[in-house]
């Protein structure tokens, strides 16, 4: 305990301070003001982030949506929300606790200005995700995907929005791709990137049934967990090598243990989310995470993550 009260381990992003930096991945225990609650008093997390919100409450996708997998989880929740302003009222609620992420994730570029006109015009003063990486609507592909869209929904985006603002990406595959989204993000103000959601329409079969593991979408669906860690790993480092000094980076994907959360600060992340883990967990799993952060920091002599954030080394 005592490391831990000694290691610091803060992040700053558009202005606010993080006492913390690990939080939930949207869609991971935030979907409820209960579960919300959880993570807001859960010791060893700095900050939450709201399940991704359209203007109307969905059900989302029916059937087995989510399952745990060897190295992971796949999931095609198929974006099952409470709307857009259920969540703002909590936001706005527990602002003053602790600095909040409001997730929205319109299926329409329409639907993603009018939520966020809504949020400008609210009393919320924490900063937005706009989610440009659902993999499981059927017939909506992930927006990051679309570079020109993409420009064009921050070109509007910016024309009104003042609040702090973020984008939730894709994982990408190809250097020519970490390249191109950066050229786009690099044209505006904004105040982070997360990086990454999960790997898109995987397919995993159950042995015993010989059954995908997931019912929509034929069974494609989001890969997360272990599966995930290099592709994040990767994603935190390509951005950061490449966003404006100004944008910082949420990192997710594959974190496990403290070692997983420490990589991901070497790539360059301010904050770490956790997914799968914590879905598996519950939100005990943010006090672990830190204590064993704090014991890999400790190991290599340090005790305060800026002193290792972006920091890795390459062979050559
Ligand atoms: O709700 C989902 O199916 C979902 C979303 Br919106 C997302 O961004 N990422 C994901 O893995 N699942």
């Known amino acids: 305990m005592k490391e831990i009260i000694m290691t610091t381990m803060t992040a700053s992003i558009a202005g606010f301070t993080f006492e913390d930096i690990l939080l939930n991945a949207a869609g991971v225990y935030c979907q409820t003001t209960e579960e919300l609650d959880q993570i807001l008093t859960a010791p060893g997390a700095g900050s939450l982030v709201t399940k991704s919100a359209t203007p109307a409450e969905r059900a989302g996708n029916p059937g087995v949506r989510y399952a745990d997998m060897p190295l ?74 679309d570079f020109d869209t993409t420009r064009q929904i921050l070109e509007e985006t910016f024309a009104f929005f003042k609040k702090p603002l973020g984008v939730k990406l894709p994982p990408y595959f190809d250097i020519a791709h970490f390249d191109m989204i950066a050229a786009v993000l690099n044209d505006f103000p904004l105040a982070f990137v997360n990086t990454i959601n999960s790997i898109g329409n995987g397919l995993m079969v159950d042995p015993e049934t010989d059954t995908a593991m997931i019912a929509p979408k034929g069974g494609f669906g989001g890969l997360g967990g272990a599966i995930a860690k290099p592709t994040a790993l990767a994603n935190v480092r390509g ?78």
Do not use: W
């Not at 198929?78 to 527990?94: F, K, V």
């Not at 949020?119 to 990486?133: A, K, R």
């Not at 100004?246 to 989310?273: E, F, M, P």
């Open 72 to 145: 992971g989880s796949i999931n095609s929740m198929g974006l099952p929300n409470l709307s857009l302003d259920y969540y703002l009222d909590y936001a706005i609620a527990h602002q003053d606790e602790k600095p909040l992420f409001l997730s929205i994730a319109g299926l329409t570029k329409a639907d993603n200005l009018q939520m966020l006109h809504e949020i400008q015009d609210s009393d919320f003063n924490g900063l937005v995700e706009l989610n440009l990486s659902c993999p499981n609507v059927p017939g909506k592909p992930q927006t990051g995907y």
């Open 239 to 316: 951005l950061r090598q490449r966003l404006n000094a100004g944008i910082k980076v949420i990192g997710t994907g594959g974190v496990q243990n403290g070692r997983d959360v420490y990589d991901l600060v070497l790539c360059g992340a301010d904050l770490v989310s956790v997914g799968t883990t914590l879905h598996q967990e519950g939100p005990e799993v943010f006090n672990r995470l830190k204590a064993e952060l704090a014991e890999q920091m400790k190991l290599k002599g340090y005790d305060d993550v800026n002193q290792f954030r972006s920091a890795l080394q390459t062979l050559n």
